[in-house]
Nanobody, 123 residues
Framework: QVQLVESGGGFVQAGGSLRLSCTAS????????VAWFRQAPGKEREFVAG????????YSGDAVKGRATISADHAVNTVLLRMSSLKPEDTAVYYC????????????????WGQGTQVTVSS
């Protein structure tokens, strides 16, 4: 069983930047593909960015394209999400998720989820 733990959320002013971390533990191998989703109150869970564990491909959602960078540190089983030029509409709970078989934009296709970390962007 794989456990995912997110960290790095908090309060940020509009125009600022943040870095979120997702660290995996448990299981016997860490070759899952990892994505970040976010969910604002009253809205559906939205794909933010994803990376294949082999590091060959990464993807960004339309809402953050050009403002988000995702990377993987295999030595510590961690995926990092860096976002810049933050906007109030980026306010949400950000979740890390993992699956096998490639990055998918649909949240229900992911097997493992972290508990989420709140990001609040003030105007």
């Amino acid at each position: 069983q794989v456990q995912l733990v997110e960290s790095g959320g908090g309060f940020v002013q509009a125009g600022g930047s943040l870095r979120l971390s997702c660290t995996a533990s448990g299981g016997t191998r860490y070759n899952y593909d990892v994505a970040w989703f976010r969910q604002a109150p009253g809205k559906e869970r939205e794909f933010v960015a994803g990376i294949e564990w082999a590091g060959l491909n990464d993807y960004s959602g339309d809402a953050v394209k050009g403002r988000a960078t995702i990377s993987a540190d295999h030595a510590v089983n961690t995926v990092l999400l860096r976002m810049s030029s933050l906007k109030p509409e980026d306010t949400a709970v950000y979740y890390c998720a993992a699956r096998e078989g490639g990055i998918n934009l649909v949240a229900t296709t992911y097997q493992y989820w972290g508990q989420g970390t709140q990001v609040t962007v003030s105007s």
